[in-house]
């Protein structure tokens, strides 16, 4: 599907899309970014928030691409987070992350992760929802995607929710990987 017609579907009203193309929530699973510029920078946790790109290229002391498990089912999903074991060899301070979009009234936009020390009453931990193979949330009976990114160095970009204030480009999140990986070093096209 091409990036405008996914991004029709960024708001629709749940009800109205047929069953055709529902289709469980895999068992395991990463998210990658594909936007103007970049096509499916696999998503990876660094300092409690979430960006695309290379782990390598971020300055945090222990960033890792994260893979996804569902907990919960249907429309309540909650996706917790974990290091890809197969690309983060090393040891990181994160585990069993709960992935969170800001609410409308919070002022911190960033896409970011919740651990069991840390509560946030600011923003959204259910409704996460594959559409296909792209991720929505689920909000008032709508799948909603307004997901967003901010490069803030060398493959290195900021994931954002509904915030375009500092230029930040639409990004669509897919849980399968780019067909052509050869500018996305470490992820393989299996
Ligand atoms: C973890 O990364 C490897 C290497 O890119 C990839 O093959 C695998 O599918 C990833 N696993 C998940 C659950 O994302
Ligand atoms: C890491 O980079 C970001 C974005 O450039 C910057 O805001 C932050 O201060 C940097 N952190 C450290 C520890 O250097
Ligand atoms: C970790 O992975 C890197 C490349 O991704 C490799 O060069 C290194 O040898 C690995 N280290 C271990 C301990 O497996
Ligand atoms: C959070 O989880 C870690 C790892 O499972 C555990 O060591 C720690 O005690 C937990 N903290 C709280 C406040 O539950
Ligand atoms: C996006 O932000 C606008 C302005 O605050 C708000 O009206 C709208 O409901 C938000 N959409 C989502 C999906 O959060």
């Given at each position: 599907m091409s990036f405008t017609k996914l991004s029709l579907l960024c708001t629709l009203p749940l009800l109205a899309l047929g069953a055709k193309f529902k289709r469980a929530t895999?068992?395991?699973?990463?998210?990658?970014?594909?936007g103007q510029g970049f096509g499916g920078f696999p998503l990876f946790y660094a300092d409690g928030y979430a960006y695309l790109g290379e782990p390598s290229s971020s300055n945090s002391s222990d960033p890792g691409v994260v893979t996804f498990t569902p907990s919960g089912s249907g429309?309540?999903?909650s996706w917790i987070g974990n290091p890809n074991t197969t690309l983060t060899n090393y040891t990181v301070s994160w585990s069993d992350v709960t992935f969170a979009v800001p609410t409308v009234s919070?002022?911190?936009r960033r896409v970011r992760f919740?651990?069991?020390e840390t509560s946030d009453s600011d923003v959204v931990t259910t409704g996460f929802y594959f559409y296909g193979s792209t991720a929505f949330v689920v909000e008032g009976g709508k799948l909603e995607s307004p997901w967003y990114a901010l490069q803030v160095?060398?493959?290195v970009h900021a994931l954002y929710w509904n915030d375009t204030s500092?230029?930040?480009v639409p990004v669509i999140l897919r849980n399968n990987p780019p067909s052509n990986p050869q500018n996305v070093p470490?992820?393989?096209?299996n």
């Open positions: 895999p068992d395991e699973f990463g998210l990658f970014g594909y429309t309540s999903q919070s002022s911190d919740l651990t069991n160095s060398e493959r500092l230029g930040q470490g992820i393989s096209s």
